[in-house]
């Protein structure tokens, strides 16, 4: 375990911003962790996975951790399901094709989401109509400040649209080191009903995908809409679609008779962002090296220098003239430091 001083975090976040860290170690397996936390009691730590929901818009003062614990393994099965546990460094594009690899059901609609194992649980990942916390059992972490190890269920992990214990009360305690899942292994629940899955389908005319059909067809869409952070910095979403109570989208809906909604409750409904915001007139927009993707107005990208102060002042002024327009206020979903 080296530490190093003055370490730049450009290829450790997928926005690609130029940061620094005071201090940086990357740790490979639980007892290194338990020993840099022992060691390191007074001083302020940043724990860092894949670097994929977080906007750097200032240098680091802290020694900075990274998560790099590798491996994956089946830990339990019946005649149905699999219990598998994976180390919270593992790239999780690649945990999921191992899953499928293995016809492993149930991660296959979450193919191509960036981002490591380890961070899933925080905001309860999803995409095309499952989230993590569909499969999710337990993880295990470490307590930042006694070096203990403590195991979550899935009900103490508290999880909701983009959203756990590891976002509110649990926030900054605790590393997480390991996430168990549990997946099917025969009748796996094909999902489709995610609309733009059905198309993709249908394009390539199959009518009853197995999981590495699901998961290709994903492929194809994300890749269609999302840009890949390899070619162009970004971090997905950078917004949460807002949950509104039904009176404020009525109002709304009465002024833009086109825009969508889902009921999540009988008091509440969801509306996307993205459309919000292509409305707005950002979608495709360019300042300086910050954008507005063209193709998906949530997603916020740097195409080269931008500086975090930047992409946060775009993101402001997209909230502001959203709030503006429809009386609809958006929640940044990355994490701003
Ligand atoms: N829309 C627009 N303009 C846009 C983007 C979207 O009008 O630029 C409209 C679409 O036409 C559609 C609706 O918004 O009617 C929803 O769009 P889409 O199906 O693309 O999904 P989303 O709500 O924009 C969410 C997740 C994505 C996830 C997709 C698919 C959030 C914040 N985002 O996006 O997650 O991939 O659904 O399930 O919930 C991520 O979190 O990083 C992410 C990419």
């Known amino acids: 375990m080296q530490i190093q001083n003055n370490f730049s975090l450009k290829k450790y976040n997928t926005f690609g911003i130029e940061a620094k860290a005071k201090q940086f170690v990357a740790v490979h397996s639980v007892e290194e962790l338990k020993q840099i936390l022992a060691t390191h009691k007074t001083e302020a730590k940043f724990i860092l996975g894949g670097g994929s929901n977080m906007l750097l818009t200032q240098d680091i003062n802290a020694l900075v951790i990274h998560i790099d614990l590798k491996g994956k393994k089946i830990i339990k099965e019946d005649n149905d399901y699999v219990w598998v546990e994976s180390q919270a460094g593992e790239v999780w594009h690649e945990f999921v094709l191992w899953s499928i690899d293995h016809n492993l059901g149930g991660l296959e609609n979450m193919s191509l989401i960036p981002g490591n194992v380890g961070t899933t649980p925080v905001q309860n990942i999803g995409a095309y109509g499952t989230e993590i916390k569909d499969t999710f059992v337990s993880c295990n972490t470490v307590d930042i400040a006694t ?7 899935k009900a103490e992990c508290k999880f909701g649209y983009r959203e756990s214990i590891f976002k509110q009360e649990a926030k900054d305690k605790y590393v997480i080191t390991s996430v168990v899942f549990k997946l099917t292994k025969r009748n796996h629940k094909i999902n489709t009903a995610y609309g733009d899955i059905t198309k993709e389908l249908e394009k390539n005319n199959i009518v009853t995908p197995n999981l590495k059909e699901v998961s290709n067809a994903v492929i194809a869409i994300r890749k269609s809409k ?11 979403s950078f917004f949460k679609n807002p949950i509104i109570p039904k009176e404020l989208y009525e109002k709304a809906h009465a002024q833009f008779p086109d825009m969508p909604h889902y009921v999540v409750s009988e008091t509440e409904v969801k509306v996307p962002a993205g459309w919000l915001i292509e409305q707005a007139g950002f979608k495709g927009k360019r300042f300086g090296d910050a954008g507005i993707h063209k193709n998906q107005a949530l997603v916020l990208v740097n195409y080269g220098n931008a500086t975090g102060q930047e992409i946060f002042a775009v993101s402001k002024d997209i ?11 958006i929640e940044a979903e990355v994490n701003v430091i």
């Open 147 to 153: 070096q203990e190890l403590v195991t979550f269920t």
């Open 226 to 236: 999302l840009p890949d952070p390899k070619e162009l910095g970004n971090s997905g």
């Open 319 to 329: 909230q502001a003239t959203v709030l503006n327009k429809f009386g609809i206020a």
